[in-house]
């Protein structure tokens, strides 16, 4: 198992009134995975997502990341820099850099010289059929371009784990296909795992596990087993 979320609560002070966001919240994810949790806007979904990036405390449970529990003396920078990749819905690529430029940055940021994050993402953009953009500013790629773009810079680093905050949600139809197809031959290709979470329904036709948010609590889960799914 990679990822284990046992019995996670989170409250926040909201106008001097304390608001449980997460209550007794527990999945799983395993290796080679990828889980997308469905809820609604302040269903605590964003919430999770910051909790397991290591930038909001919860207030008690357990969550294990590979064997590690990550609690106070778990290393959260190393984490983020080696371990974890994260998708936003924005793409928040950086206008002055060209396309291999942002995907490098994470990987010149982990102390790798630029040559080598150079080589790293020419073939990353080779292999996923984006050479010809390779050069281009973000101010002229479409949509579904840039958001691919911001994928391989989360996976630069081949991240056992990666966050994905509505990767859809800003796309065409047609563009979301290649945002799939792209997902899934990271799972076949680099060993990672991904969490979803989103409104997007058609991210179910990639997942391995679905799961429902609702009032901070996994509320049932579908689990694909050979194209069928059972839920829990």
Not at 52 to 57: E, I, K, Q, T, Y
Not at 127 to 135: G, Q
Not at 175 to 204: G, P
Request: glycine share 4%; with cysteine.
């Amino acid at each position: 198992m990679l990822l284990e979320v046992k019995n996670i609560c989170k409250s926040f002070q909201i106008n001097d009134k304390k608001t449980k966001i997460l209550n007794d919240l527990s999945f799983s994810i395993d290796s080679n995975e990828i889980v997308s949790i469905y809820g609604a806007s302040a269903s605590g979904k964003s919430t999770l997502l910051n909790i397991l990036s290591g930038l909001v405390h919860f207030d008690s449970g357990n969550i294990t990341f590979n064997g590690e529990l990550m609690d106070s003396k778990f290393d959260f920078t190393n984490f983020r820099k080696k371990d974890l990749g994260i998708v936003f819905q924005e793409d928040y690529l950086l206008m002055e850099f060209t396309a291999i430029e942002n995907i490098m940055l994470p990987n010149i940021i982990s102390g790798n010289s630029r040559e080598n994050s150079y080589n790293k993402a020419y073939n990353f953009l080779e292999k996923f059929d984006l050479l010809s953009i390779k050069d281009s500013y973000p101010t002229t790629l479409s949509g579904g371009e840039k958001q691919r773009i911001s994928i391989l810079r989360a996976i630069i680093n081949n991240p056992k784990l990666i966050l994905a905050d509505e990767p859809t949600g800003s796309i065409d139809e047609f563009n979301k296909e290649k945002i799939f197809s792209l997902f899934k031959d990271i799972i076949n290709f680099y060993n990672s795992s991904i969490l979803i979470v989103t409104h997007d329904n058609n991210v179910s036709k990639i997942s391995n596990k679905i799961l429902n948010l609702s009032k901070g609590q996994i509320k049932w889960i579908i689990v694909s087993t050979q194209e069928k799914f059972k839920i829990f």
